[in-house]
């Protein structure tokens, strides 16, 4: 399999925004008051891809079952600070009823890292890319146990917003 730059960002591919009520610098290290009163905790960040490679399984053909998308994308908190990344792989799982993948996603953020994965389905309907909710599998440092989920609009071409929730 030989690696083509994608023309069209798919969902993983696309610009990253994580939306939530503060920055993750504070967000993510406060080990705290939210979670000590039982309440779930959101965290907001925007991203921007840095890096995309697409693995077609027929190269110059048709979308396939089996092609694959790896990208990687800089996180910035609300103050437009850097704050961490995220890496991961979306593999094509359908191409019939507009298409679907499946993603594995790791965020890096300040204290640790989260896990990611899940469906995306519409993935090759014309227009912008789907919403989608993915599970939070686990995680490390401040996220060790993490469980929750992420969901994401496309806000404008190009730009996610991620909502994070993370469960008491």
């Not at 023309?7 to 610098?25: D, E, H, K, W, Y």
């Not at 060790?144 to 994401?152: F, L, N, P, T």
Request: one cysteine or more; a positive charge; proline letters at 6%.
């Amino acid at each position: 399999m030989r690696p083509i730059r994608a023309a069209r960002l798919g969902m993983a591919t696309a610009v990253i925004t994580l939306l939530a009520a503060a920055p993750v610098a504070s967000a993510t290290t406060d080990t705290g008051s939210a979670q000590a009163k039982g309440k779930d905790r959101i965290i907001t960040l925007t991203g921007r891809l840095a890096q995309q490679t697409r693995f077609p399984v027929n190269p110059g053909g048709s979308p396939a079952q089996g092609d694959r998308t790896v990208f990687r994308s800089v996180l910035y908190d609300t103050a437009g600070k850097e704050v961490g990344e995220t890496g991961g792989t979306c593999d094509t799982t359908r191409v019939d009823n507009g298409g679907a993948e499946v993603c594995v996603v790791t965020y890096t953020l300040p204290g640790g890292q989260l896990s990611v994965q899940g469906m995306v389905f519409g993935i090759l309907n014309a227009g912008p890319p789907p919403s989608f909710d993915n599970g939070i599998t686990g995680g490390t440092g401040v996220f060790d146990r993490a469980r929750g989920s992420v969901h994401a609009d496309t806000i404008a071409p190009g730009t996610r917003r991620f909502t994070i929730t993370l469960k008491h």
